[in-house]
């Protein structure tokens, strides 16, 4: 009889000891999906909002950054292989990527060049385009009777500002929009000295 009771207090204990691991499996399995659900939802609003902003931060697992890198981002895989660099070593990815259109007019008198030709004499002569971000400079030449440009200097210069800062979410009151007491949200702004850039984020998330 005692040893019955002894064997089903060890039972009850067994079961206990049980049901304890199997709740703390479950809460963090809970925790882990609900962590998933944000971080996910958060890469898709970004995602959504990276015309307007043009700023996205992402992070990707290790299995979703291999995916990124092998479907998206092939160039970048490739510097990887060539510099050694693994997945699992890689903390953060930060892409920027820059458009720059100058359509302004600036001309150059050629004059020189004319009388040269009609003189049937060799010249060169220097010409140098520049504006706040770009400069090009370089010759025009006659030369054996024959006429050409030789541009043998390009410089680009930029600067960008990635500010990050939170602000009020928009709401009614009274049908009129104000942001007091709204909710607060990250957000950022770029600033480009010249042309438009955007700005790409991974962080790998640490599991």
């Known amino acids: 009889m005692i040893l019955s009771l002894l064997k089903l207090d060890n039972i009850k204990t067994y079961l206990i000891v049980i049901g304890i691991i199997a709740a703390v499996w479950f809460y963090k399995d809970y925790t882990y999906q609900k962590s998933e659900n944000k971080r996910q939802s958060e890469n898709i609003e970004q995602i959504r909002m990276m015309d307007s902003l043009r700023f996205a931060s992402q992070t990707y697992t290790k299995k979703e950054l291999d995916e990124y890198l092998e479907y998206s981002r092939k160039d970048l895989q490739k510097f990887l292989d060539e510099n050694n660099i693994r997945t699992r070593r890689i903390e953060r990815i930060i892409t920027q990527q820059l458009e720059y259109l100058d359509n302004q007019t600036r001309t150059t008198d050629l004059q020189p060049i004319l009388d040269a030709i009609k003189q049937q004499r060799d010249i060169a002569i220097p010409v140098k385009d520049s504006t706040k971000c770009l400069v ?42 104000t942001r007091l007491f709204g909710r607060k949200k990250a957000t950022v702004i770029i600033k480009d000295e010249c042309g438009r850039s955007e700005t790409f984020v991974i962080d790998k998330r640490k599991d």
């Open 136 to 177: 090009v400079e370089g010759w025009v030449k006659f030369e054996n009777d024959s006429l050409k440009l030789d541009l043998d200097s390009r410089k680009f210069k930029n600067k960008t500002d990635v500010v990050s800062y939170w602000e009020r979410n928009q709401w009614k009151f009274l049908g009129i929009k």
